[in-house]
């Protein structure tokens, strides 16, 4: 039975995180592929990099707010500067241990963002996900 989400993006500086996160998306079965940028620098180049064999359009994005370099916030400015086409029909989310009221106001104004999860991610967490974005999907078993 094909998985709802093709192909999660992780953009995280956290090594433990994003394993803790691959380990959780594995384990729900909700998922075929899952990629990890470590920085957004990495995660905006990959999303560039569409003639890359390795190249999988992610379905959904995870991005941490709290990154050295490029946080969350910049690499959104420069997300909404990528051509429609690298855009249209992604799930962007931010998953962050941020519990600063301005962040979460923040994350409310940003057009190509559609919310704010704390980390850990869940599987009730990615169960939920998959039924508001995901249609015709199954439930984790």
């Not at 995280?12 to 380990?23: G, K, V």
């Not at 379905?59 to 910049?74: A, K, Q, S, W, Y």
């Not at 962050?96 to 869940?122: F, I």
């Amino acid at each position: 039975m094909p998985r709802p989400i093709h192909c999660i993006l992780l953009i995280d500086d956290d090594p433990d995180d994003n394993y803790l996160h691959q380990l959780v998306i594995e384990e729900s079965g909700l998922c075929e592929v899952v990629k990890v940028a470590e920085t957004g620098v990495k995660g905006l180049a990959y999303l560039r990099q569409t003639n890359d064999p390795d190249y999988i359009r992610p379905d959904l994005i995870l991005l941490d707010i709290n990154m050295p370099g490029l946080n969350g916030f910049e690499f959104l400015e420069q997300y909404g500067q990528l051509d429609e086409s690298l855009r249209s029909s992604l799930v962007l989310l931010m998953l962050t241990t941020s519990v600063n009221p301005a962040d979460s106001k923040r994350v409310a104004q940003v057009p190509n963002l559609k919310g704010y999860l704390p980390k850990p991610l869940t599987l009730e967490n990615l169960q939920k996900i998959v039924n508001q974005y995901f249609n015709n999907t199954p439930e984790l078993s």
